[in-house]
Every structure is written in C-alpha cells, then in structure tokens.
C-alpha cells in the first residue's frame, strides 16, 4: 500500500476536464513537502508534467494544472485528448520515512 | 542533447548480487543529486535510493536498506547500484532519474530526465 493515495482509475470523454487526486498525511503533504506529478504512457518511462506542487516545466501544456491544499493535492487535466491516456503519478517526500515517495499511480482512459 | 543511459539489468538468482550503472551525458552531472526508481511489472514506481551531488548524503528505501549500496563517480559521470541478497520481489524495471535541483542534499525536488530503464529479473 502507498505512502500516498491515488485513485485507480479515471475516465473522461475527449475535450472534457478530468481531476487526479492524491492523499497523504501530516509528515509528507501535510507537512508542506512539496508534490510532483508524472505521466507514464505506456512502454515508456516516466515524464516530469508537475513540480513543486503547479509548476509545468517547458514544453508541457497549459491544460496540465497541479494544485495542492491541506494534506491533499490534485492534478487536472483539461481538453482531454487521445494522447493523454496514460499513468499518473504523484510523488512527495515524506519526513517519517527519510525518503521520497510515489502515489500507486493512476490510469487514465479517454473514452 | 540531456540523457541517461541504465545498464546492467539481467537474470539472477535469489540470493546473488548485480551491479547496475547509469552513464549521464548533457548535463553537468556532479552538480545534481541523482536517484535510482523502479518499477515491478504491472505495478508502480518504487523510489529505491538517492544520492547527493557530493555523495554527502544517501538515502535508501526501507525495502533495500542494508542489501542495496549506491554510489556515483562523477569524473565518469556515472551512478552505480549495487544490489546484495537479491529477492523475487526486487525483479523490476530500474530507471536511474536525475534530480532537478542543483546541489541539492535532499530528496524533496522532482525527478526531472529519467532513463529508459533496465530489467532485473530475480529468479531460479
């Protein structure tokens, strides 16, 4: 079971808005580390679309958006497309453990 | 062109040792922590093990802690895993990641170029 906790799955139809959540608790999010965001399209590696908690890096789009409040963050993807089925994940640090952790990812279908 | 390059992964006995590498290029490489995630097969990511941009500090999953030793030598700009004491539940793909902030001694940045990976397979 992971540190953090991500809804299996998601699903959205093209164009519509979708929202990935992540829960953790009080020695990592809670505690204002920082959360990360990752797509995974299948059979390749992991591809950085978040960091420190809303930030895209380059060449990411504009409908990617993190956000975070609490012990909880949340990744949303707006416009969907085809392309964007994929895996995401979250990541943070957590204090308790010494050590960075990830979400259990979560499966994105664009119906 | 930014790139890391794992090597090293292959089938293995419980019980033996395997030493993985990850050869940078494009990038100052002893200016950035680096860390070693893996993946079991249809499963997700699994920090393993990081490693400061000095080498001053190293941290390591509970689940490897005491079987698995990183390491890096920055003059070959590469990183190194040595894994001790291999079991089945270690077989996974191996991605060696780059940290995204430079000099960095903690593992609080994101992970910002990954590997391809390499497969390490534990079994009899």
């Known amino acids: 079971q992971s540190v953090l906790t991500q809804p299996p799955s998601v699903s959205g139809a093209p164009g519509q808005r979708v929202t990935i959540s992540c829960t953790g608790s009080s020695s990592n999010i809670g505690a204002g580390y920082d959360v990360h965001w990752y797509q995974q399209l299948p059979g390749t590696a992991p591809k950085l679309l978040i960091y420190g908690n809303s930030n895209r890096p380059s060449g990411v789009p504009d409908r990617f958006s993190g956000s975070k409040s609490g012990t909880s963050a949340s990744l949303a993807i707006s416009g969907l497309q085809a392309e964007d089925e994929a895996d995401y994940y979250c990541q943070s640090y957590d204090s308790s453990l010494s050590g960075s952790v990830f979400g259990g990812g979560t499966k994105l279908t664009v119906l | 062109e930014v790139q890391l390059v794992e090597s090293g992964g292959g089938l293995v006995q419980p019980g033996r040792s395997l030493r993985l590498s990850c050869a940078a290029s494009?990038?100052?490489?002893?200016?950035?922590?680096m860390h070693w995630v893996r993946q079991a097969p249809g499963k997700g990511l699994e920090w393993v093990s990081g490693i400061s941009w000095n080498s001053g500090s190293i941290g390591y999953a509970d689940s490897v802690k005491g079987r698995f030793t990183i390491s890096r030598d920055n003059a070959k700009n590469s990183l190194y895993l040595q894994m001790n004491s291999l079991r089945a539940e270690d077989t996974a793909l191996y991605y060696c990641a780059k940290d995204g902030a430079r000099y960095s001694s903690s593992w609080y940045y994101a992970f910002d170029i990954w590997g391809q990976g390499t497969m390490v397979t534990v079994s009899s």
């Open positions: 494009g990038f100052t490489f002893d200016d950035y922590a």
